[in-house]
T-cell receptor, first 111, second 112 residues
C-alpha cells in the first residue's frame, strides 16, 4: 500500500531558527512529490513539485529536496508568517489521478 | 487567471439531512476536478475525481456522491448525512495531464 509519513507532527521554532521537515514515502512507483502549505481554515496552496532523486526547488526561505525514499523541506531563517501546516503528497504510477497525502507538519514560528 | 469558488464556507447539518456542496472553476476549460475530505488528525482523502462532464470516479465507498453537470461545475451530495461525514471538504482542479492541484477555500461541515 502506498504510504506517506511526515515528521515531526508539530514543530515550534524561534524566528530565524532554521530547520527541516521530513516526508518519507513508500510507493510502487513515484511520478511526482508535491509540497503544499495550508493555513488554518483554508485550502492548501501549492509550493513545489519534485520528480527525481537529487532534484531541488527553492522559493524564498523554503527549499525542497528529494531522495529515493524521502523529501525534505528546509526552512531558512523562518519568520512568523511562515507558520502553517505543510503537506506532502505523492503521485504514483498506474494512471490514477490520485495524490496520496501525508498528515502534515504544523509549523509555528515565534517572534 | 483561473479561480475556484467553493461554497458554503461553513455548514451545520443534522444527521439524516441531505447535503449539496458546489464548486465552480473559472478561467480554464476541461479541468480535472476533485473532492477531498480532511478529517482531524488525518491526511487529505480523495473522495471523487472527474476528467469530464458526467465522468465521475469514486475512490472511497461511502455515503456521498458527486456529479459534474457542466464542464467547470462539480457537486458533492448526500441523501442522508451521517455523523462520520463531518469534516473539511475541499474542491480542487488541475489542468488535464498536469499534476499540480489548485484548491478551493473549503467547506467545514459539522453533522450533529
Amino acid at each position: 500500500e502506498d504510504q506517506v509519513t511526515q515528521s515531526p507532527e508539530a514543530l515550534r521554532l524561534q524566528e530565524g531558527e532554521s530547520s527541516s521537515l521530513n516526508c518519507s514515502y513508500t510507493v510502487s512507483g513515484l511520478r511526482g512529490l508535491f509540497w503544499y502549505r495550508q493555513d488554518p481554515g483554508k485550502g492548501p496552496e501549492f509550493l513545489f513539485t519534485l520528480y527525481s532523486a537529487g532534484e531541488e526547488k527553492e522559493k524564498e526561505r523554503l527549499k525542497a529536496t528529494l531522495t529515493k525514499k524521502e523529501s525534505f523541506l528546509h526552512i531558512t531563517a523562518p519568520k512568523p508568517e511562515d507558520s502553517a501546516t505543510y503537506l506532502c503528497a505523492v503521485r504514483v504510477q498506474g494512471g490514477s489521478e490520485k495524490l496520496v497525502f501525508g498528515k502534515g507538519t504544523k509549523l509555528t514560528v515565534n517572534p | 487567471s483561473q479561480t475556484i469558488h467553493q461554497w458554503p464556507a461553513t455548514l451545520v447539518q443534522p444527521v439524516g439531512s441531505p447535503l449539496s456542496l458546489e464548486c465552480t472553476v473559472e478561467g480554464t476549460s476541461n479541468p480535472n476536478l476533485y473532492w477531498y475530505r480532511q478529517a482531524a488528525g488525518r491526511g487529505l482523502q480523495l473522495l471523487f475525481y472527474s476528467v469530464g462532464i458526467g465522468q465521475i470516479s469514486s475512490e472511497v465507498p461511502q455515503n456521498l456522491s458527486a456529479s459534474r453537470p457542466q464542464d467547470r461545475q462539480f457537486i458533492l451530495s448526500s441523501k442522508k448525512l451521517l455523523l462520520s461525514d463531518s469534516g473539511f471538504y475541499l474542491c480542487a482542479w488541475s489542468v488535464l495531464r498536469s499534476e499540480k492541484l489548485f484548491f478551493g477555500s473549503g467547506t467545514q461541515l459539522s453533522v450533529l
